[in-house]
Every structure is written in structure tokens, then in C-alpha cells.
């Protein structure tokens, strides 16, 4: 891994494996969900067309979110790329047009954020002219105020920001409900790994309550990843 291709632009998929996830994730049962959301965003990101690496904490370097994040953006501009379009893995509702608005809108003048609903993100799009490691191993990773001091960040280096629109983020079983009571479509693989979690507790969400006694068969989904 890690060897230059000759392209301009990469996307990070900058996620915990399932087993990671689930000790710092306070979701019951959640090995499948975490595993089918890293594979539905891998599917996403490689539709783009573009170079996309995968780093999960065994070839992440640091000893904060910050650390290794930054380490890992560090790394790939030295290997050559000029742009690095990170994600996540806990935004389901994240499309393929996501990443490619970003990768029309960034350039050296423009910082890309995707802001979530809790106020991190769970996507930025960076130039290699706009990063300083040093100042990114200070912002605040993984709080409901990184999208905000991504946004200062850029301001304060003479950036424009580009603002995606604003999805939910997956982190507690509480995220799950608010999920499935939004979402149009969604794989049969993402949905069957929610009702994994959510069938055991009663619910009051109708829409839920809907989904868990639909007959085995007949989920009015996709089977397949979601439609980009």
C-alpha cells in the first residue's frame, strides 16, 4: 500500500475496523452494522474512479484521532498527491456525487467540508498547500465543534470553504432510529444489520416498529448499495 499511481487526488476511508469500532461505540451487537457501513463507503469511494486507500487503526500511526489522522494526511502528500478527499465510515447517507462535488469544488483556494448533524464531518477535501500538520494536530477531531475550526482553519490560511449539505453520522443506537425514520433507500445488507440491533428492544418510532414486521422477503428496499 501506499504507492504513488500518478493521480492528482486521493480518497482516504479513514475508519476503525468492526472490532475497534465497537469499543468505542456504545452500540449493542454492532460488528455487522460497523462492517457493512466500511464496505458500503469502500463501494462509494471506488465508484468515483479515483485512487482510494483504506486505513484502519492497524496502519494508522499516533496516539489521538488527531495524531493519526494527521499522520496519515501527511503521508500521502509526501507520497505525491496535491489533493486528499477524507471519509468516514459512519455516514450511510453518503452518495458518490458527495466526493465528486468535492473533488469539482477544491483546489488550492478551496477547503471542502461535509459537515454532520452532530457538528464534526464526515468529509474534507484539503489541498496540499492549505495543510499544516501541525495546526490539524491541534483542532478539536471528533467533537461537535471540528467542522466549525475546520472552517476557521481555512479562513485564517486565506481559504474559501465549500459546504456539502448536512448528513447524520452514525454513533449511537439513537443515531439508528433517527436513521431509519429519514432514510427514502437503503441496501438490504445496511437495513438487515440495523434490525440486528434494533429488533430485540421495542420501539415507539412507527416507521421502525413498520420495518421490523415486514415479512422476510418483502423489504421495500434495495438489495443491492444504495442508488448514487
Known amino acids: 500500500m501506499g504507492a504513488f499511481t500518478g493521480n492528482n487526488t486521493l480518497v482516504l476511508v479513514f475508519a476503525r475496523s468492526a472490532q475497534a469500532e465497537m469499543e468505542h461505540k456504545p ?45 496519515a494526511l501527511e503521508r500521502f502528500f509526501a507520497l505525491g498527491y496535491q489533493q486528499i478527499i477524507a471519509v468516514g465510515n459512519d455516514a450511510p447517507e453518503l452518495k458518490k ?16 467540508v461535509g459537515p454532520d448533524k452532530d457538528g464534526g464531518c464526515y468529509l474534507l477535501g484539503i489541498h496540499a498547500e492549505q495543510f499544516c500538520a501541525a495546526k490539524f494536530r491541534q483542532l478539536p477531531w471528533q467533537t461537535a465543534r471540528t ?14 470553504v465549500v459546504q456539502l449539505a448536512r ?49 422476510h422477503g418483502s423489504i421495500p428496499f434495495n438489495k443491492g448499495s444504495p442508488r448514487m
Open 147 to 160: 467542522a466549525t475550526a475546520l472552517m476557521r482553519l481555512a479562513s485564517e490560511q486565506g481559504s474559501a
Open 167 to 215: 448528513l447524520l453520522d452514525i454513533n449511537t443506537t439513537k443515531d439508528l432510529y433517527r436513521y431509519v425514520s429519514v432514510v427514502k433507500k437503503a441496501s438490504g445488507q445496511l437495513l438487515a444489520a440495523i434490525l440486528l440491533i434494533l429488533r430485540p428492544k421495542p420501539s415507539r418510532n412507527p416507521y421502525v416498529e413498520q420495518l421490523v414486521t415486514i415479512p
Open 97 to 112: 456525487h458527495h466526493i465528486l462535488t468535492a473533488l469539482k469544488r477544491l483546489d488550492k483556494k478551496n477547503m471542502v
Open 27 to 71: 452500540i449493542a451487537q454492532g460488528a455487522s452494522l460497523f462492517d457493512t457501513l466500511t464496505e458500503q463507503t469502500l463501494k462509494t469511494a471506488q465508484k468515483t474512479g479515483l485512487d482510494v486507500v483504506h486505513l484502519n487503526e492497524t496502519l494508522q500511526v499516533g496516539a489521538t484521532f488527531g495524531e493519526k489522522f494527521t499522520n
